[in-house]
């Protein structure tokens, strides 16, 4: 049924006249036995302000930390010595990073845009390493880490155990192919 804008309009106005008409006589007004009902006045707004204070969107609620906090908590040696990059791979046509952390049990499939912790978003993705930002801090984790190239001093105790393993011809020294008589027979 398609009726008129005009008549529907008419038809509210004349429902919200009756309910407003109606609504103005109630018994509790009227003082015919139910007693009149009053809210408890409002706490003041000060005492919300630890709900105000907690960010709706974050996964732990808790409040931001100061810049200079997150500044000093988000440094390059520390997200290197607690995560490791462990794979990239694509899923559908969206490339995701694998982390694993180095001394516990927690990993992570991240996107682009997705925050590994409390500091540190996922900024970027490439075929063998991962961008993380927090802040003004950048960091470039690969996938495969370089080693430790720098010689490392051998300690004197250890040299000396060395020698004595090789005075008697044990294992000190890796086995060296013999050569073979070949016999022309």
């Given at each position: ?40 006045p ?7 302000n ?84 927090a ?9 495969r ?33 013999q ?7």
């Amino acid at each position: 049924m398609n009726y008129p804008i005009g008549f529907l309009v008419a038809v509210l106005l004349l429902f919200g006249v009756h309910t407003s008409a109606s609504a103005e006589t109630t018994p509790a007004d009227s003082g015919e036995g139910l007693p009149a009902l009053s809210l408890p006045p409002f706490p003041p707004l000060s005492q919300f302000n630890e709900i105000l204070e907690r960010p709706l969107f974050s996964p732990s609620r808790r409040p931001a930390a100061d810049d200079n906090a997150m500044l000093g908590m988000a440094t390059a040696e520390e997200l290197r010595e607690q995560w490791k990059l462990t794979g990239i791979m694509l899923v559908g046509s969206e490339f995701k990073a694998m982390l694993r952390q180095r001394n516990g049990d927690q990993h992570r499939i991240l996107g682009t845009g997705m925050p590994l912790d409390d500091t540190w978003v996922l900024t970027e993705i490439h075929g063998n390493d991962i961008l993380l930002e927090a802040g003004d801090v950048q960091v470039l984790m690969q996938l495969r880490e370089p080693r430790d190239t720098e010689p490392r001093e051998v300690p004197a105790n250890e040299r000396t155990e060395a020698k004595d393993e090789g005075a008697d011809g044990a294992a000190s020294q890796p086995d060296e192919p013999q050569p073979k008589e070949v016999s022309n027979e």
